[in-house]
């Protein structure tokens, strides 16, 4: 079955950096684009960033644009998140999600998410 | 940039029809789909490509898009469909609604 267990959150002073991963397994990881969706505490839901399958083609929210920088290896069935100049604004659970194949971008399977906590 | 507008709440009683909307300039020539979220939980994918319902969701959820506006259909409602939803477009770049809280009262 299809899992993507997300790691790498914690807390982080306003300025620093931080890594996600995520780490997939059940399918063809290389055959799928990726995204990154951000939930504010009490807030709903935000769209991040999605990788296309070989890497060629990403994009990002506005909001991360230039601070924060997607990847993948699909050698090793993995996802990743670099996070630059983090914000309070950036705190957030941070969930991977696969993209489906209905090219509505739509999350078909969604990680358990990673805390990211940005404060001094 | 694109936007899309859900309202904060709808409120339902158990067996009877609750339907969400998402609002968004012609939404209807966008793919929309749904995400259903219960507390302390990661959101699930209910409907996709405006009316696909993924495998292992219940015939009960139905869903439409159409000129300005996509809607989700809860069809004889049950306490556990008691959730947050969330619509999502795309439009250069993913796009979410500010979310839906369903009462089942």
């Known amino acids: 079955q299809v899992q993507l267990v997300e790691s790498g959150g914690g807390l982080v002073k306003p300025g620093g950096s931080l890594r996600l991963s995520c780490a997939a397994s059940g399918f063809t990881f290389s055959d799928y684009y990726m995204t990154w969706i951000r939930q504010a505490p009490g807030k709903g839901l935000e769209w991040v960033s999605y990788i296309s399958s070989s890497s060629t083609y990403t994009n990002y929210a506005d909001s991360v644009k230039g601070r924060f920088t997607i990847s993948r290896d699909n050698a090793k069935n993995s996802l990743y998140l670099q996070m630059n100049s983090l914000r309070a604004e950036d705190t957030a659970v941070y969930y991977c999600?696969?993209?489906?194949?209905?090219?509505?971008?739509?999350?078909?399977?969604w990680g358990q998410g990673t805390l990211v906590t940005v404060s001094s | 940039s694109y936007e899309v507008t859900q309202p904060p709440s709808v409120s339902v009683s158990p067996g009877q029809t609750a339907s969400i909307t998402c609002s968004g300039d012609k939404l209807g020539d966008k793919y929309v789909c749904w995400y259903q979220q219960k507390p302390g939980q990661s959101p699930v994918l209910v409907i996709y490509q405006d009316t696909k319902r993924p495998s292992g969701i219940p015939e009960r959820f139905s869903g439409s898009n159409s000129g300005n506006t996509a809607t989700l259909t809860i069809s004889g409602t049950q306490a556990m469909d008691e959730a947050d939803y969330y619509c999502q477009a795309w439009d250069s770049s993913v796009v979410f609604g500010g979310g839906t809280k369903l009462t089942v009262l």
């Open positions: 999600a696969r993209v489906g194949g209905g090219s509505g971008y739509e999350g078909d399977y």
